[in-house]
């Protein structure tokens, strides 16, 4: 057993960290929160030329070859500093399906340009149920000709406006569970995106589906079995976004602690209160498990061995945690940390926000149920 | 990062398992159950000296004191293996006192007690406490005036569990009356055979004893003081790292028969474990169960890199013991009125070992520093709030 980095990592971390910190501030998260794209091309670019995009990649389509423990490094520091933009719906769900499902030619095609900050993706999975289940799909591939004609709504998709592929998870047969993905360009006709208007400002949209044409070679996988794919790409998903929860976590704890050791009530520094230590002492334990949980799963992914239980733990963990961790931190600041100004509030929605993605707690929780009964 | 038990490990814990499957007779268990899985019965003693045989109390130590030279991570899941079986778990002497003496004892000292405890030949109990000195461990009153080559000691302790059963005393004592706050206090091995020591029981209750233990004018040999004179409040403070290294699989062997019960149990026409709430309470508590495994073997991780655990100790016995409570409390509401029926009860599921494990879990967030104790450290310690 080993808790700690290796200095190679240590050494990611620091650089991610040094970059971000200067060109993704909170000025930067509120001006994207109110633009359009939602996200710096520029910075965009640059991660891209660092590699940072082509961490799940194989070098056969030139990636970096597959580190998800490393990705969990950067995704970290990604939600330390709230980074705007696609890049967890193209490297991450995106990725993750291309490189789960994909054929030779379909990866052969999009893998590198992910790798080289070429291509976005999105991954359109929920409808109007607005839940993770096969069931909730209602959309339907008609085939028609050697083609499939998708016709239906999309809701809550992720940065769908500036993607240049939506995998979309349809219905291709009356059976609860026969779904199929398919790989839909943005840009073909019939396709109608609307964005969003959200509390993070991050973007998500309604994607309209009418009768467009997809051919049967952009089907990701097989037909009617789209469904375990995006299980797998959901778990990996969940724990990704613990990663970036653990981040955001943490720079709550860099701006709560050295808060309370310098604000003074009564003649002392608020942090000398132990009904205010306690709290921090909580704050300190939600993040301490949950680094630990993602880290865990991040490293079973990595390893091969199974994950899905360790996904579902760290996911339903983390998802109560650092929600509750931002809470106990706005009580201990007190009304300035209620403030627009304040940083905090920009960790108190994205924690909801991430909360609810692939999967809440009460979600995990029942998945987790299922592994023991 | 790796999370992963070494093949070595693997194959060592699979021995202790077979072993403790072996060993483990109903009497051992009964009687473990009747001292509140402390050691020092009978049952206990033959079990553990055969254990310890194959160096297993003590894994983590060098050969020369009867340790096997192997990591602290093996020694921290072979507690787990012992918590999960309910042969005693408890071990003052191996797992608190043993690390202290070990970082601050003497040569001769290590000599003459280290090979005694890995062999499981001799057990210790804490005594700390005192009726005016609990969470506050420096305002003990306790007096160990030297003179010549022995200390001469008087006063008393409470809450010093197992003292009934064990050999020897670790005592933490005033030596130095006048000095500052935290610089008086010795630690010193105290034989709890010696004249002038009076044991006296204290009922806890889950039904199993702990002790006031009173000293009137007990000689100690001046060779049983633990490191330097005056210094015993810093040693006690890493023994209590040490002790604060909590196994919970005593608890999560609880968790286990609540889910079998649930599985096995038809309420309504259906088995409990397809009520959705008892889901979501269930996979709660098995998640906690997960991150507290990896808060604890932290603590094993820094100790094979050679640093004393600190406040990452309170943090795994604080989320250890309140999860303990959610997993008692949670068989209670699951096995409904069943639950408070007590073993041998007319009626009683799960042999009425709910309604005990209820009350002995109350005791689990107090002893060895309360819950507020430990937060306290997390804060002063591990995120640097000013203490005033």
Redesign the interface.
Known sequence: MNYDFTSEQNILKESAHKLLAKECTGQHVREMAEDEQGFSLELWEQMAELGWMSLLIPEKYEGSGVNFFDLSIFLSEMGYHCLPGPFFSTVVSGGLALLEAGSDAQKGKILPDISNGRCKISLAWMEEEGRYSPEGIKLGARKKNGHFILSGKKLFVPDAHVSDIIICAARTSDDLKSITLFLAETKAKGIRIQLLDTMAGDKQCEVLFDHVEIPEENILGELDRGWPILKKVLLKSAVAKCAEMSGGAEKVMDLVIPYVKGRKQFGRPIGAFQSVQHQCANMLTYIETMKYLMYQAAWRIDKGFSFEKEASICKAWASDSYRKLVALGHQVIGGVGFMEEYDLQLYFKRAKAAEQLFGDADFHREWVARGMF | ?????SNEDKKTLKEVRSFIKAETTPELIAETHKLGHIYGGKEGRRFIRKFASNGWLTPNWPEEYGGLGRSA?LNAAIREEMAYASVPVVFVAAHMAGPVIMHFGSDEMKKEWLLQIARGEIEFSLGYTEPQAGSDLSALDIRAVLKGDRFIVSGQKSFNTASHVADYHWLAALTDPDAKRYHGMSLMIADLKSPGIDIRPMTTMAGWQTNEVFYNDVEVPGKNLVGEINHGFFYLMSALDYERMYPLAAYEKVFDMI?KY??ETITGGQ?V??N?IV??K???I???L??NR??Y??L???V??GQIPNYQAS?QK??ATETAQLITNTGMEILGPYSQMKEGSKHAVLSGQMENYYRTSVVETIYAGTS?I???I???R???????
């Open positions: 990062m790796d999370f992963h038990f991570v889910v649930a599985k088995p474990s397809k959705p889901r979501q269930l996979a709660q098995k998640i906690q997960e991150a990896l808060l073997y932290r094993a991780h820094m094979d890199h943090m604080l989320f507020e430990q937060r306290n997390i804060a002063l591990g995120l640097k709030l000013p203490s005033k």
